[in-house]
């Protein structure tokens, strides 16, 4: 293989989901490409990490010093969904059932890791309830091991804010999910939140 394909490859295969073989094959589609269109990929790219910014109210990811979710005057301002990755927030918001407002936390509690709560923007998230105004937080963290702690530390922080609602995202099976192949901890929590069929 040539040098500087395998640079390439290196590279591409350093990005999250991206294996040897998906980072070849996106090498050679790049190597295709026309060399006005890899420019433009690549000052895209480096004008994104040099200039992207974080939103000052809610950490998720914006071009401005607030993102144009919590300057929105139309948003439910009284909630807040607090997420683990700016990813989390663009699927919540593909889903356009949810109007509120959120908080991204950059991540969830790891020890493993080195991830403490401190680490997170936990306190921001509580500074904002603090302001008053905010009726529910709605937590919408992933359901791995480390979610649920954080989810457990969240629910502790969130006490001392006795007039705010906190609920969390349900959690269960999944449309389609056959229950042999479904994990205890999922089938767990999908009995603790069973509803009423109508």
Same mark, same amino acid.
């Given at each position: 293989? %040539?040098? =500087? #394909? ?7 295969? !350093?990005?999250?989901? *991206?294996?040897?073989?998906? &980072? #070849?094959?996106? &090498?050679? @589609?790049?190597?295709?490409?026309? %060399? ?8 895209? *790219? ?6 992207? !910014? ?16 919590? %300057? ?19 699927? *919540?918001?593909?889903? @356009?059932? $949810?109007?509120?407002? $959120? ?11 080195? *991830?403490?709560? %401190? ?19 709605? =937590? ?12 457990? $530390? ?10 705010? !609602?906190?609920? &969390? ?11 042999? $192949? ?6 767990? @929590? &999908? ?8």
């Amino acid at each position: 293989m %040539s040098k =500087l #394909l395998g640079d390439v490859v290196g590279e591409l295969s !350093k990005l999250p989901g *991206i294996g040897r073989r998906t &980072a #070849l094959r996106l &090498a050679i @589609h790049i190597l295709r490409m026309e %060399s006005e269109s890899v420019g433009e990929m690549t000052r895209s *790219i480096d004008r994104f990490r040099r200039e992207v !910014k974080y939103c000052s109210v809610c950490s998720n990811l914006s071009d401005e010093t607030v993102c144009p979710i919590c %300057s929105d005057r139309d948003r439910d301002r009284g909630t807040i969904c607090v997420v683990e990755q700016v990813a989390d927030v663009l699927s *919540i918001e593909n889903t @356009h059932q $949810y109007k509120g407002l $959120y908080q991204v936390l950059g991540g969830v509690i790891s020890p493993m890791q080195g *991830i403490s709560p %401190s680490d997170l923007k936990i306190d921001q998230l509580c500074e904002r309830i603090a302001q008053g105004g905010v009726r529910e937080v709605i =937590l919408a963290i992933s359901t791995s091991v480390e979610g649920e702690t954080t989810l457990f $530390y969240l629910m502790n922080r969130l006490r001392r804010f006795p007039d705010v !609602k906190v609920t &969390a995202i349900a959690r269960g099976i999944g449309f389609g999910d056959e229950l042999e $192949y479904v994990d205890e901890l999922t089938i767990t @929590h &999908a009995l603790l939140n069973r509803r009423e069929v109508e």
